[in-house]
């Protein structure tokens, strides 16, 4: 038996996934590196023991993390504590050195980028990555088009489920265009728009894959605190609306304190708190954190 059906055989008899799932999934327990506890089912997403660097440079180490369906789960930190790193591991750009994450109570082992879609993961991405030179509806309908089972090739041909999928795309875009306020907008060049309005438009595309998971990468970077806000009231109002799960990481405190449910703090790579926004607000090592407090050395002074 090949290690893939080996791994689809014991997922069938652990837990319910969809096959276009199951494709990419793997138990657990079939890594021993890391001999954790078995992945909860009740939660979304799960990281356990993730350690990853770069050269001799630590960006990971030790981090776990566990996301509740329905929640907003923010993670911050200061420049350079790992925020983006974590999401490039959830997101399966960056294959951690050490450690596991789990979807929906089932191992997950990395995938391309593009194939993210139909594990019913979007994201967003820091730096804006909209494609400028289209319209605000083909862009959020190329993100429908992600989450789609017809391949290019068919696309371009212009097979009739091809050409069926593309017809919900754009319906599918058109809704979440709506839904986003940005109807008035729909044939715009997505590069013309106002920066707000254009992380606005990247957020409807993630939202048109339909994801379980959204992943936002400092959505709110370089916006005012009115954009901020709007785009923060958003977010809320897609959870609410879509049932979906959304990890963000923001440099913005008292954006992320107002939004979300739970709150995962890094700092030089380690999670050093983790909690409700009130337990954050008030937790020493995190004040210590934001006030550029040094950490302390193996023997517990101040370096
Ligand atoms: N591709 C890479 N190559 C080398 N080092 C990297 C790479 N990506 C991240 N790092 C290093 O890993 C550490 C964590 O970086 P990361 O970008 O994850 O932090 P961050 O919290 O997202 O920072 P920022 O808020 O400034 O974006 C840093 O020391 C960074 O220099």
Do not use: C
């Amino acid at each position: 038996m090949s290690a893939s059906n080996f791994l689809l055989v014991g997922l069938s008899s652990e837990v319910a996934v969809p096959p276009d799932i199951a494709e990419h999934l793997a138990l657990r327990a079939t890594s021993a590196e890391v001999p954790g506890p078995r992945p909860d089912e009740a939660l979304a997403l799960e990281l356990y023991g993730i350690d990853l660097s770069f050269g001799g440079v630590v960006a990971l180490k030790d981090v776990d993390l566990s996301v509740r369906h329905g929640e907003i789960r923010a993670i911050i930190g200061p420049n350079g504590a790992g925020k983006s790193s974590l999401i490039n591991v959830i997101s399966g750009v960056y294959k951690p050195d050490r450690g596991h994450v789990a979807i929906n109570g089932a191992a997950y082992r990395p995938v391309p980028t593009q194939k993210l879609a139909k594990l019913g993961i979007a994201r967003t991405f820091q730096n804006l990555a909209l494609f400028k030179g289209l319209s605000v509806l083909d862009n959020v309908a190329a993100g429908r088009a992600y989450a789609g089972r017809s391949n290019f090739l068919s696309q371009i041909i212009g097979l009739p489920h091809a050409r069926r999928e593309q017809t919900d795309a754009r319906e599918r875009a058109r809704r979440v265009i709506d839904f986003l306020h940005l109807t008035p907008y729909l044939d715009r060049l997505a590069g013309t728009l106002p920066y707000g309005l254009q992380k606005r438009v990247e957020l409807a595309r993630a939202l048109a894959a339909e994801p379980r998971i959204l992943l936002l990468d400092e959505p709110m970077a370089g916006m005012t605190a009115t954009e901020k806000n709007e785009l923060a009231d958003y977010v809320r109002l897609a959870r609410d609306e879509y049932a979906i799960t959304v990890v963000l990481i923001e440099h913005d405190i008292g954006v992320v304190m107002g939004l979300s449910d739970r709150i995962a703090v890094l700092d030089y790579g380690r999670k050093i708190a983790d909690g409700t926004p009130e337990e954050i607000a008030s937790d020493q090592r995190v004040i210590d954190a934001y006030l550029g407090v040094p950490p302390e050395n193996e023997d517990g002074e101040g370096i």
